[in-house]
T-cell receptor, first 111, second 119 residues
Framework: QQQVKQSPQSLIVQKGGISIINCAYENTAFDYFPWYQQFPGKGPALLIAIRPDVSEKKEGRFTISFNKSAKQFSLHIMDSQPGDSATYFCAAQDSNYQLIWGAGTKLIIKP | NAGVTQTPKFQVLKTGQSMTLQCAQDMNHNSMYWYRQDPGMGLRLIYYSASEGTTDKGEVPNGYNVSRLNKREFSLRLESAAPSQTSVYFC??????????????????FGEGSWLTVV
């Protein structure tokens, strides 16, 4: 009930392509869905987040698509660049404001 | 603007030794956390402190203790290190962003990590 399942575990995309990372959850009480980006040797940092009352949130090349009925949300990176190479974590917030984390996706953008 | 600072950055311990990871934040956040990150397992919460004077167990607390020394500082102690505790440890603090009466989001700020190897 408390899990957030993230896929794929790793992803290789050509420069200029679209990177897509998916997450699924079970607990309908989750009410906030952030994505964090982590570069090697650094801590994760908030990238973009969405509330469950909207279906899409876009910030520059990064878009979250949210499907409440399917209990799924995804991160799309348009025109992927080598500088986007990082590990991406999805998360979901429970009623105690605790974040439940996905396992992470290591994204490599090939030049 | 330092944010979340944790020390040491790297440490090698022998099995059975003890050590303390130090963490401090300068953002006046109430909540602080300790996570461990292992390949393929994401971020797992060890302990958290919702406010000064309170601490609670997370997903993987066994083998660890914490102290919320004051609002700024939150330390993690390994009393008798084991090879299974080889990991990258992240301290973090958080604040809430309020959009309206229905929704608020917990934004977590992480330190740069402490690489711990137990041999």
């Amino acid at each position: 009930q408390q899990q957030v399942k993230q896929s794929p575990q790793s992803l290789i995309v050509q420069k200029g392509g679209i990177s897509i990372i998916n997450c699924a959850y079970e607990n309908t009480a989750f009410d906030y869905f952030p994505w964090y980006q982590q570069f090697p040797g650094k801590g994760p940092a908030l990238l973009i987040a969405i509330r469950p009352d909207v279906s899409e949130k876009k910030e520059g090349r990064f878009t979250i698509s949210f499907n409440k009925s399917a209990k799924q949300f995804s991160l799309h990176i348009m025109d992927s660049q080598p500088g986007d190479s990082a590990t991406y974590f999805c998360a979901a917030q429970d009623s105690n404001y605790q974040l439940i984390w996905g396992a992470g996706t290591k994204l490599i953008i090939k030049p | 603007n330092a944010g979340v600072t944790q020390t040491p950055k790297f440490q090698v311990l022998k099995t059975g030794q003890s050590m303390t990871l130090q963490c401090a934040q300068d953002m006046n956040h109430n909540s602080m956390y300790w996570y461990r990150q292992d390949p393929g397992m994401g971020l797992r919460l060890i302990y958290y402190s919702a406010s000064e004077g309170t601490t609670d167990k997370g997903e993987v607390p066994n083998g660890y203790n914490v102290s919320r020394l004051n609002k700024r500082e939150f330390s993690l102690r390994l009393e008798s290190a084991a090879p299974s505790q080889t990991s990258v440890y992240f301290c973090a603090s958080s604040t809430k962003a309020h959009w309206d009466s229905r929704y608020s989001g917990n934004t977590i700020y992480f330190g740069e990590g402490s690489w711990l190897t137990v041999v």
